[in-house]
């Protein structure tokens, strides 16, 4: 059974910084692409940052001026999302995600999520 669960979300004021923690099991954790999204009131979810199994980054067009950092420890089946110079839009929930194809789709599965609210 897969589960993903983060955690290190809270409260923070502007120009904080947080680091996010997902940690994975019921699956090879280091054979798949971990990803981070998050979802503010009245909008949709949008990808913040991903890794590949072994370890590159990407990020999204909006955390790719240097403030977010993504990163996983494979032997702890824990991916992690860095955040630095926070900002009041970046609060939201945060969610890991991992999409994990079987023989005839694929299937995204989602931690609970993690509220990360900046204050001005």
């Known amino acids: 059974q897969v589960q993903l669960v983060e955690s290190g979300g809270g409260l923070v004021q502007s120009g904080g910084s947080l680091i996010l923690s997902c940690a994975a099991s019921?699956?090879?954790?280091?054979?798949?692409?971990m990803n981070w999204y998050r979802q503010s009131p009245g909008k949709e979810r949008e990808l913040v940052a991903a890794t590949t199994s072994g370890g590159v980054s990407t990020k999204s067009a909006d955390s790719d001026k240097g403030r977010f950092t993504v990163s996983r420890d494979n032997a702890k089946n824990t991916v992690y999302l860095q955040m630095n110079n926070l900002k009041p839009e970046d609060t939201a929930v945060y969610y890991c995600n991992v999409g994990i194809s079987g023989p005839f789709k694929r299937y995204d599965y989602w931690g609970q999520g993690t509220q990360v609210t900046v204050s001005s």
């Open positions: 019921g699956f090879t954790f280091s054979r798949y692409s």
